[in-house]
């Protein structure tokens, strides 16, 4: 009887090794999964989150819900291309911003990623911004960033756009 309950035991700890998380995620609150980012290779993907958008001095916008689009750079490994996909606020939508080649570093908390100097990228059909980006990925998926976009348009326009989010799918 004893080796029956030791053969039992022997195998529900085998079976226990192999019921684990999947290598993406381990298991949040709502039944949901949060993606592990353990490299740099591990951060493309599709990030959903609220992003806001405050013109000059003015007022934030209240949150949207968006999507972000984040690859890997064609000419650096250790570099990230970043689209906000149809980007608009109130009622003016200018179209998609895509940033690439954005440095990527490895610091204590996860990931930052910045361009300090402007690049310079058509939003919508002809509107030339200058924009620069910073933020951060935490090994959970979640993302922070700031925008800066500046253009002008009779007079300068400075934009502040921020988003938070989640990954939510893999590249």
């Known amino acids: 009887m004893r080796r029956v309950l030791y ?25 949901g999964t949060e993606q592990l980012i353990g490299s740099i290779a591990d951060i493309p993907g599709t990030y959903n989150g609220n992003l806001t958008v405050k013109i000059g001095n003015g007022t934030p916008t209240d949150p949207q819900n968006q999507n972000i689009s984040i690859t890997a750079s064609n000419s650096s490994e250790n570099a990230i291309d970043l689209t906000v996909a149809n980007f608009s606020f109130g009622t003016t939508e200018l179209g998609d911003i895509s940033l690439t080649d954005i440095p990527v570093t490895e610091d204590e908390n996860g990931y930052s990623f910045e361009i300090s100097e402007p690049q310079t990228v058509t939003v919508g059909d002809s509107m030339k911004c200058d924009i620069t980006i910073s933020g951060t990925v935490t090994s959970t998926g979640v993302i922070s960033m700031d925008l800066q976009i500046s253009t002008t348009i009779l007079v300068q326009i400075n934009v502040a756009v921020t988003f938070e989010g989640t990954k939510t799918v893999t590249e």
Not at 7 to 24: G, M, N, R
């Open 7 to 31: 053969a039992a035991a022997a195998v529900f700890a085998a079976f226990s090794l192999f019921t684990a998380c999947d290598k993406t995620g381990t298991e949040n609150g709502d039944g």
